[in-house]
């Protein structure tokens, strides 16, 4: 991955934020749901949040598994990266979820299925961070294979929140679904935006991983050689 | 003492509280409902008068509930203040390891020159 | 074949060893009885409130007391650094993780079966309503937990703070596996039992054991070895 990308891909987000913002404010319609109305705004971020979240844990649990297959740095590097900026995406679905939670039903935290299964997933996120920063040398053993078993996990956690009624239920049910041609287009463009935003974290992201590996062995190799103490 | 004190208002403001007599029940409730319909029965457009009043009123109360919820920013403000907020602390953090890279690599040179001497 | 043999060899080896000293058998049963009683006294034994709360009471007895036994399973390889010898033995390396998984359901099974009745007992609740389906409930948990749990406890063998990343690590991943036993028995014990949602989750448990246990096969050697 070239160093080059990623001004580029930051700029059209960056740009994408400020057309996005105007756009959600001037030309998205307000719902005629008496509850919701203005605050259906919070819509764009969060579910746009929520879709980079997924596609960041799928790539962090694809590379895992390769790197475990063939050890090469590189998906490494990759997953590690896309783990932490998962992680940042899903903190923000968490929290305008919750904002969303308390506009539309009064109350911080409802255990809607979709946010449910943002939660769990964001746990397992969380706890390859941990594992990155305090397993010492097997780190990168142990994290590939967190996010492995979590990404196949997936599928299960989706079941679950679906068949459990151990938690009253409340939903905005479809929403994206049933959505008008112009909130549509700003919904996408929001998507796309958030799309590029990702693409450039992880980027910068993988790039310092790949950095701060590359100063550890060069430390290691002085050392094998004698040159430092 | 004081704790005497407040032991007694303790005990004495739901003992008071309690003891008021409850709102007397309006015993003519019925009466004044029946004045007000035979009047209303008696005079078709007093009638009217009063149905008008009362759809206009709920239409008003209707109109400003939605505008107050059409208004009400706050969450929306919430929401986005929050993605940026998250999004800023995550590129702090970037930055930080930026810089420790950066020191790692002023430390090696140091060592390097260190060991050609 | 030979794969079966040698774990079933494996598997033998850790339960005589733990036959001998009885260590993590005593430990963890003695462990999850004590869960159980500190959950009699968090909640007040009101019938219906017993009746919604005791499947959790089982399924977190089981998840913790089960954590105790894994770490302490996987010290014993460490102590000596037996586990390089049995990854260097002659034998498929996948036949030493069924085995230790093999041993370690065993043990998380013994667990359960203590706190199952215990809790039956303490807090009156008719656990044993159906018995044959408690049991396969709790064998597939039991090879859910060891199976996910022998993968990472292995791997976190070398790892200074093991202790504290095995749940950290375990626990997401086991969520899935908790809310199944947990909806299972309380379909179970509900006062009308519901067969459609108890088979729903036997079954649910039966396809996460499945998938995560080719997933733990195919992965194994990848994640111990260095």
């Not at chain 1, 580029?8 to 919701?36: K, M, N, R, S």
């Not at chain 2, 407040?6 to 004495?12: E, G, K, N, S, T």
């Amino acid at each position: 991955m070239s160093n080059k990308g990623i001004p580029v891909l930051a700029a059209l987000a960056a740009i994408g934020f400020v057309v996005t913002i105007y756009l959600v404010f001037t030309y998205a319609p307000l719902v005629e749901d008496p509850v919701l109305m203005f605050n259906q705004k919070i819509f764009y971020y969060h579910v746009a949040h929520a879709f980079m979240l997924f596609l960041a844990t799928a790539v962090c649990g694809v590379c895992s598994l390769v790197f475990l297959k063939t050890r090469k740095p590189k998906y490494d590097d990759l997953a590690l990266a896309s783990a932490e900026v998962a992680a940042m995406f899903g903190a923000v679905v968490l929290a305008t979820g919750m904002i969303w939670a308390k506009a539309a039903w009064d109350i911080w935290w409802v255990w809607e299925k979709r946010l449910t299964m943002s939660l769990l997933l964001w746990l397992v996120l969380v706890g390859y961070v941990l594992v990155r920063r305090f397993a010492g040398s097997s780190a990168d053993r142990l994290a590939a294979g967190l996010a492995a078993f979590g990404t196949v996990g997936i599928p299960f956690i989706y079941f679950m929140v679906d068949a459990s009624d151990h938690h009253p239920k409340a939903g905005a049910g479809g929403v994206a679904a049933t959505l008008p041609p112009e909130m549509k287009l700003v919904f996408w463009l929001s998507v796309l935006t958030f799309l590029l935003w990702c693409v450039a974290l992880v980027m910068s992201r993988v790039q310092s991983a790949r950095a701060e590996r590359e100063l550890r062995e060069i430390r290691e190799r002085g050392l094998d050689a004698g040159l430092f103490t | 003492m004081m704790r005497l004190l407040i032991l007694i208002a303790l005990v004495l403001v739901p003992t008071v509280a309690l003891a008021q007599p409850a709102p007397p029940v309006s015993a003519d409730t019925a009466a004044t409902r029946k004045a007000c319909a035979d009047a209303m029965n008696a005079d078709a457009t007093f009638a009217q008068a009063i149905v008008e009043t009362i759809n206009a009123d709920t239409a008003r109360q209707h109109r400003n509930a939605a505008d107050a919820i059409s208004k009400n920013e706050k969450h929306v403000f919430m929401a986005y203040a929050a993605m940026w907020v998250i999004a800023a602390g995550f590129l702090f953090f970037m930055w930080r390891r930026q810089q420790g890279l950066k020191n790692e690599i002023a430390q090696l040179k140091r060592d390097l020159e260190a060991a050609a001497k | 074949m030979s794969v079966l043999r040698h774990a079933a060899r494996v598997a033998w080896k850790d339960l005589r060893i733990e036959l001998r000293s009885k260590e993590i058998v005593y430990t963890m049963a003695f462990f999850g009885a004590l869960i159980v009683v500190v959950y009699s006294f968090a909640f007040p034994v009101k019938p219906d409130l017993v009746r919604a709360a005791v499947p959790g009471m089982l399924w977190v007895a089981i998840a913790f007391a089960g954590t105790v036994g894994l770490g302490r399973a996987f010290d014993r390889e460490r102590e000596n650094d037996t586990m390089r010898a049995l990854l260097l033995a002659p034998i498929p390396r996948l036949a030493v993780f069924l085995g230790k998984a093999a041993a370690i359901s065993l043990l998380v099974l013994l667990v359960a079966l203590v706190c199952a009745p215990l809790l039956a007992l303490l807090l009156d609740v008719d656990l044993f309503a159906m018995p044959a389906e408690l049991l396969l409930l709790l064998v597939l948990g039991a090879i859910g937990f060891a199976n996910v749990g022998s993968v990472f406890a292995a791997t976190l063998l070398k790892v200074r703070s093991r202790d504290v990343l095995l749940p950290v690590i375990l626990y997401p991943i086991l969520i899935p596996l908790f809310v199944a036993g947990t909806s299972a028995t309380e379909a179970m014990i509900a006062v009308k039992p519901d067969l459609d949602k108890l088979w729903y989750w036997i079954g649910f448990l039966g396809i996460y054991d499945a998938v995560f246990l080719v997933l733990s096969m195919w992965v194994f050697e990848a994640l111990v070895i260095e």
